[in-house]
């Protein structure tokens, strides 16, 4: 990966729908270049896809929470996975260092639908406990800048 990369990534993370002709303007590049680059930077990974950037709250799943999972002995990491993915409102987990053995993102239509899924978090065989941190506001989100 070179800086071209780098730029075509920014511009990428700015706008995925920009086209490659728009993209190589910026970057002096042809539209083929771009898209054998795009195509390269894919095929090694460091591009995973393209998706739709959507506000949670406008989809009425405006209440979050981080959750510390505390496990029941040395659980491994793809089992905790395996606990965590059949509850919908996990949208993001994270093994950490500390204390906890994991930090788990919660999304929620409500406070009551939070408590709901904290609950079932809770049940999740191998959870010894939880300490969790309801999100008052969002002050900072970056997307991953290239």
């Known amino acids: ?7 075509i990534i920014s ?10 002709a728009e993209i190589g303007a910026e970057v002096g590049l042809s539209a083929p270049a771009v898209k054998r680059r795009v195509d390269k ?5 460091v591009l995973q ?3 739709a950037v959507v506000d949670p709250e406008a989809l009425g ?7 510390e999972v505390h496990c029941n ?8 996975r395996a606990g965590l993915e059949p509850l919908p409102e996990v949208v993001a987990a994270y093994t950490v260092s500390g204390q ?17 899924a904290m609950e079932r ?19 900072l989100e970056r997307p991953p800048q290239g």
């Not at 930077?41 to 990974?45: A, F, I, P, S």
């Not at 799943?61 to 959750?67: D, K, N, P, R, S």
């Not at 906890?100 to 709901?116: F, G, K, P, S, T």
Request: charged share 20%.
């Open 11 to 20: 511009h990428l993370v700015a706008d995925a729908r920009a086209s490659y």
């Open 121 to 139: 978090l809770r049940s999740v065989e191998f959870v010894s406990r939880t300490v969790s941190t309801v999100v008052l506001s969002r002050l």
């Open 41 to 45: 930077l894919l095929d090694l990974g």
């Open 100 to 116: 906890a053995d994991a930090i788990v993102h919660l999304r929620a239509a409500n406070i009551h639908h939070l408590e709901e």
């Open 61 to 67: 799943w405006g209440t979050e929470a981080f959750v």
């Open 1 to 7: 990966m070179d800086a071209l990369d780098q730029r």
């Open 73 to 80: 002995g040395n659980v491994p990491a793809h089992r905790i």
């Open 49 to 51: 896809g393209f998706t």
